[in-house]
């Protein structure tokens, strides 16, 4: 190996970035016990950092005691778990990423003017999830590919929408919207879904770092869905490609005959175990070449709720 190449952008988003500043302003203001209803990101790391602050992650909230403060993570909730929340008096600090309340709100003003909704996505995943449970039950069908797509049973009477999850793979997610205007012409949505900028510009930075390396790694969770579709890009584009949760995972027989090595990180990976990675390459390859491929600037920041706000 001679050269690693990091992409840019890469890791945390502007919605992950508020999330944490979230809890730890709340631990500041509040004291502890924080209590979180589960993985505020999915990051062990950024979770595990926070316990030692004091943080509570529950996974539901009947684990939390009356009255306590309590955050909701980055991915948004169910309502009813607001109204669970207000039922049992907690003061709740709200961490979802406003990109994921605006597909909420589509979804209630699709919901409102009569039509039914289907939601690209990935089933069992927390911002699906929060998003399914936004309205009554079978107001939403959730379908995962382009196969869904072309078989999905909808209600006759009505008119169609569709939203999708912030975080899917920009390629497939065109795909899938594609096939869904071919089968019901008048469907109407975001012309790319509703994939946040954070996707967007992770996967069009690490699209062109694939231009240039031999093999792809990604620092992130295996739950955190923006990584793995990062991790899949490289697959797509024919190269040995790796998520790994930080530098502990890295197998030195992936090196084997590789030149250059491609690095970028997920929207909820923290920047400090990408330079761990760096660090340990640098170590163990002498002479190695580090160099940044920047794609994009980014400058998307996101405010505090106002309870937290100086
Ligand atoms: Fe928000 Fe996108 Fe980050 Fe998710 S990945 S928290 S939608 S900015």
């Excluded at 930075?205 to 969770?221: F, H, I, P, Q, W």
Aim: glycine share 8%; net charge negative.
């Amino acid at each position: 190996m001679k050269k690693l190449i990091l992409a840019t952008p890469r890791g945390f988003c502007a919605g992950v970035d508020r999330a944490i500043h979230v809890v730890e302003k709340a631990v500041e203001k509040f004291g502890t016990p924080i209590y979180v209803r589960h993985e505020i990101v999915h990051n062990k790391f950024v979770v595990e950092t926070l316990k030692s602050k004091g943080v509570v992650f529950v996974d539901e909230l009947n684990q939390v005691p009356e009255g306590s403060v309590v955050i909701f993570s980055a991915h948004g909730v169910a309502e009813s778990i607001y109204e669970e929340a207000e039922s049992r008096h907690l003061k709740v600090l709200d961490a979802s990423c406003p990109l994921v309340l605006k597909v909420h709100f589509s979804a209630k003003r699709h919901f409102n003017a009569g039509r039914h909704i289907i939601l690209i996505g990935h089933a069992g995943h927390a911002e699906v999830i929060g998003t399914l449970g936004q309205l009554p039950e079978g107001a939403i069908t959730l379908i995962r590919n382009e196969a869904d797509a072309e078989m999905v049973q909808v209600p006759e009477d009505k008119e169609l929408a569709y939203i999708t999850q912030t975080t899917l793979s920009v390629a497939e997610t065109r795909k899938i919207i594609d096939a869904l205007k071919k089968r019901f012409p008048h469907i109407i949505g975001p012309e790319a879904g509703d994939l946040c900028y954070a996707t967007g510009n992770r996967q069009a930075a690490v699209l062109e770092l694939c231009s240039k390396v031999d093999m792809l790694l990604v620092v992130g969770a295996k739950n955190s869905s923006n990584s793995s579709r990062l991790m899949e890009l490289g697959l797509e584009q024919g190269l040995p490609s790796h998520l790994i949760a930080d530098v502990n995972d890295l197998d030195m027989s992936w090196f084997n005959g590789v030149e250059t090595v491609g690095l970028s990180s997920g929207a909820s990976a923290p920047e400090v175990l990408v330079q761990g990675v760096v660090d340990f390459l640098k170590a163990k390859v002498k002479g190695l070449q580090v160099e940044n491929l920047v794609k994009l600037v980014e400058n998307t920041k996101f405010n505090l709720p106002k309870t937290l706000q100086d």
